[in-house]
């Protein structure tokens, strides 16, 4: 697998100021990143989370950090899981400690196929039919309805009535978000790495979505990119195995950096992206698609108020997907079958501002396993000295 810098990197990145973290001989070091130049923030932070409570991280780039020579044409190509050198760093997913939290069903389209998944009971056999019987009674003005307004609730009542309600309908249009837990902290792996699909499933699909980077504060410091890997078919038998869906071995990818909010960019920034999602397969099978982060049914804000606050907190921090826009059913083999991944599949989830974030899929059980926890991370933090200083 090839990485291109260019292709990877922000269209204006040399405005933006960005956090990342890369593998290097010694351990994990925290990377910032402003006008161009590369700083270690490890000395002065240890970790990307206790950075990001600081009450001006962009500022802290330059007022904590070491600069640092940095090849980062040669790091980004570097980080192709195929095409690692011996000695050279890599990136990693660009939190650590942070809770990794996911919200579901806050786009129409995606609602319209988690109803798809529960009706066919994870057939994919059944999902052009079914599709196409749901659309006929639901439609896709579900789009202007707010959700948990009285015009959500009549739309429920109507439902309820013709036998259609489903519990995805619930958290889509209902006042109550679906707010989930993707992956334990420093589970998650980044640019170049592999993502696990389990090979139990035969109906699965990438989740292309921006995501948040909020603080213990709940104050909304960056975004970046995410795939929140997905096994349709065990989704759709019972929505209680969505852990089993969601969690596992390397099925959530972050990066390839979090852009912090400064004055080149800013969480209306994010409200504007658009997403695109290529889909390569070694079988010939290619699919591009693109989705407004706009088209979103609840506001980002709205959305990190149901996750955090007086009655949740997260003292290291959290991200949080937004959902997607779409989920990919362009068929693959027999008509009607709709997508599922292969082996092999490299996937590509770009937004202007925020980067590419690509990675190729493989089996769960062929993929690195995870070994590398919070234990781990204290462990080289103490053998190297670091961080040097903390200050509150």
Not at 18 to 33: D, F, S
Not at 296 to 315: F, N, T
Not at 326 to 346: L, N, Q, W
Request: aromatic share 6%.
């Amino acid at each position: 697998m090839r990485l291109d810098p260019t292709a990877i990197l922000p269209e204006d990145w040399p405005q933006g100021s960005y956090a990342a973290r890369i593998m290097t001989e010694a351990g994990p070091v925290v990377l910032g990143l402003a006008g161009g130049e590369a700083f270690d923030l490890t000395p002065a932070f240890g970790t990307v989370s206790r950075w990001l409570e600081e009450e001006d991280a962009v500022a802290a780039i330059r007022a904590r950090g070491e600069p640092l020579a940095l090849d980062l044409a040669g790091l980004i190509a570097n980080s192709a899981h195929d095409a690692r050198r011996a000695g050279a760093p890599w990136l990693l997913a660009p939190v650590d400690l942070a809770a990794v939290k996911a919200s579901g069903v806050t786009y129409v389209r995606s609602m319209l196929e988690r109803v798809i998944e529960e009706r066919c009971r994870g057939d994919a056999a059944r999902a052009a039919a079914v599709r196409a019987e749901v659309q006929a009674i639901i439609g896709d003005d579900l789009a202007s309805l707010r959700p948990g307004s009285p015009e959500a609730m009549r739309v429920k009542e109507a439902l309820v009535a013709k036998g259609w309600w489903s519990q995805y309908l619930e958290v889509g249009i209902g006042p109550d978000a679906e707010i989930f837990t993707k992956c334990p902290p420093m589970a998650a792996v980044g640019l170049g790495a592999k993502v696990g699909v389990h090979p139990m499933s035969a109906w699965n699909n990438p989740e292309p979505e921006a995501v948040l980077v909020v603080n213990a504060r709940g104050r909304i410091v960056g975004a970046t990119l995410g795939n929140d890997v997905n096994l349709r078919d065990v989704e759709g038998r019972s929505a209680l195995l969505l852990g089993r869906a969601k969690d596992n071995n390397a099925s959530c990818a972050l990066g390839p950096m979090i852009r912090l909010f400064d004055g080149s960019f800013t969480l209306e920034d994010v409200r504007r992206a658009t997403l695109t999602l290529a889909i390569e397969g070694r079988d010939g099978f290619r699919l591009e698609e693109t989705g407004e982060v706009g088209a979103i049914s609840r506001d980002p804000v709205e959305l990190v108020a149901q996750l955090i606050g007086p009655h949740h907190q997260y003292p290291d921090g959290v991200v949080l997907f937004l959902g997607t826009p779409f989920s990919p059913v362009k068929d693959r083999g027999a008509p009607g079958m709709g997508f599922t991944h292969r082996e092999g599949d490299v996937v590509t989830i770009r937004s202007p501002r925020l980067g590419a974030l690509v990675n190729e899929v493989d089996r769960t059980d062929e993929c690195p396993p995870w070994t590398f926890g919070a234990g781990a991370l204290f462990a080289s933090l103490a053998r190297r000295g670091l961080p040097r200083s903390v200050h509150r």
